[in-house]
């Protein structure tokens, strides 16, 4: 069996890795950094820079030459895009998220994570997108793999005028042991120092739902959790003002433990946590803080 791996992402690509090593067979990579060649049997090293346009067509090269069985790709933003265009190009299907991997198809969640799919490819190469933090990363390096330099052409469809750095805060909500989270809840923006502060007697970051980033855009979005933000698995996550509707607790069910604070005994977060208390944030985080 041959598994082709990429991710512009080398956390990911090692991740994506440690998933073909357990599949078995020959593990072949594409990548911009060469010294991955280490835990790879083949590397396809790129000239130039990265491109999801260069990615795709190298992808389609690739998996067509060596006929790989499979593809795993690191699900980031970039990797669906570049998975969804090789997927389209190949003619084949893709399984997104994948919680669990095999030769014939894999297991993801649907419906904000309500049940468990299980698909199997119906041809060859199947294309599974992992999403990051989900796997182990391969940690034995092969030793002798074979580096193969190559040129994708990019499709020209996409001139890249200008590269701007974005801004970003420091969080990093994915890998955050302790997040408290907030929403709707909040009153106005600056009643946020109050989930701050408890965050900080926890040792935690902060976190919050949609609205608090995409509508009001108190948090940016790096805080935003749920189906269509982050996904995280902390050992203590507290929810404060957050109703708990489906597209929220799927970016959380990995949670250890989840309690949430809501004046609504009704809200739809209490049939999601472990601990709840129904009161009003504004007594119950000065009261945490206070007793912590
Ligand atoms: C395609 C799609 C994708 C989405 N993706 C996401 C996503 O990734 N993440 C996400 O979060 N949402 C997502 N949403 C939105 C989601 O459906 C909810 O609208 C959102 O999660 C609600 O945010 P909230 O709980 O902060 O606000 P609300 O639903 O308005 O809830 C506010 C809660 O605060 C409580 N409250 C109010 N005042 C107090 C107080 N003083 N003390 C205690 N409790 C109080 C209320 O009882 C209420 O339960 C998505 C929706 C769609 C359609």
Redesign the pocket.
């Known amino acids: 069996m041959k598994v082709l791996v990429h991710s512009e992402k080398r956390d990911l690509l090692l991740e994506g890795i440690g998933v073909a090593r357990e599949l078995g067979g020959e593990v072949i990579c594409l990548s911009w950094e060469e010294d991955v060649l280490k835990y790879c049997d083949r590397l396809y090293y790129p000239k130039g820079d990265y491109s999801e346009s260069k990615a795709v067509s190298a992808l389609e090269e690739i998996a067509k030459g060596e006929e790989v069985d499979l593809l795993v790709i690191g699900g980031t933003k970039r990797g669906k895009e570049v998975a969804a265009r090789v997927s389209q190009r190949l003619e084949v299907g893709s399984i997104t998220d994948a919680i669990s991997v095999s030769k014939d198809g894999g297991d993801r969640m649907g419906y904000g994570g309500r049940v468990l799919e299980r698909l199997k490819f119906k041809r060859k190469p199947g294309v599974f997108v992992i999403p990051p933090g989900k796997f182990e990363k391969v940690k034995k390096e092969s030793g002798d793999g074979e580096l193969i330099e190559i040129s994708p052409k990019s499709d020209g469809k996409i001139k890249v005028i200008e590269k701007k750095e974005k801004e970003r805060g420091k969080v990093n909500v994915e890998e955050a042991d302790i997040i408290v989270s907030?929403?709707?809840?909040f009153?106005k923006k600056e009643d946020i120092s109050m989930a701050e502060e408890l965050a900080k007697k926890l040792g935690g970051v902060i976190g919050?739902?949609?609205?608090?980033a995409a509508d009001l855009r108190w948090l940016p979005e790096e805080h935003?959790?749920?189906?269509?933000?982050r996904k995280v698995r902390p050992k203590l996550y507290i929810a404060?003002?957050?109703?708990?509707?489906?597209?929220?607790i799927?970016?959380i069910m990995d949670s250890k433990i989840i309690v949430a604070?809501?004046?609504?005994e009704e809200?739809p977060?209490f049939k999601n946590c472990d601990y709840g208390i129904v009161?009003?944030?504004?007594e119950?985080i000065p009261l945490m803080i206070k007793n912590l």
């Open positions: 907030v929403g709707r809840g009153k919050c739902s949609r609205p608090v935003w959790i749920g189906l269509s933000g404060l003002g957050i109703s708990g509707q489906i597209q929220h799927a970016g604070i809501n004046k609504d809200a977060i009161g009003d944030i504004y119950v």
